[in-house]
């Protein structure tokens, strides 16, 4: 099993920056792909970034690539989110999620099986 807690959202201007981590439990964190997720008042939870075991493959849907960052330190059972130029529609709970099977690729939301409790970021214009 994997525990995680989001931390380092907040309230920001449109076309600020900040980053998220996502502190994991256990010594298995290394075998998990791991995914970063947002929800928004009336809609649907939706993937925004997610990344291999190693760190060496990501995915970004359209609506944030080039904005966001993943990244992980396998180390420190860390996980991250660098977002930059925040728009007012970034504005979610956001949170990191770990899939039911170790050592799986998905991007799938149905997928994730262990999330933490989330962290909002707001984002004025």
């Known amino acids: 099993q994997v525990q995680l807690v989001e931390s380092g959202g907040g309230l920001v201007q449109a076309g600020g920056s900040l980053r998220l981590s996502c502190a994991a439990s256990g010594r298995t964190f290394s075998l998990y792909t791991m995914g970063w997720f947002r929800q928004a008042p009336g809609k649907e939870r939706e993937v925004v970034a997610v990344i291999n075991r190693s760190g060496g493959s990501t995915y970004y849907p359209d609506s944030v690539k080039g904005r966001f960052t993943i990244s992980r330190d396998n180390a420190k059972n860390t996980l991250y989110l660098e977002i930059n130029s925040l728009k007012p529609e970034d504005t979610a709970v956001y949170y990191c999620?770990?899939?039911?099977?170790?050592?799986?690729?998905?991007?799938?939301?149905?997928?994730?099986?262990?999330w933490g409790q989330g962290t909002q970021v707001t984002v004025s214009s």
């Open positions: 999620a770990a899939p039911g099977r170790a050592m799986a690729w998905t991007i799938q939301t149905n997928d994730y099986t262990y």
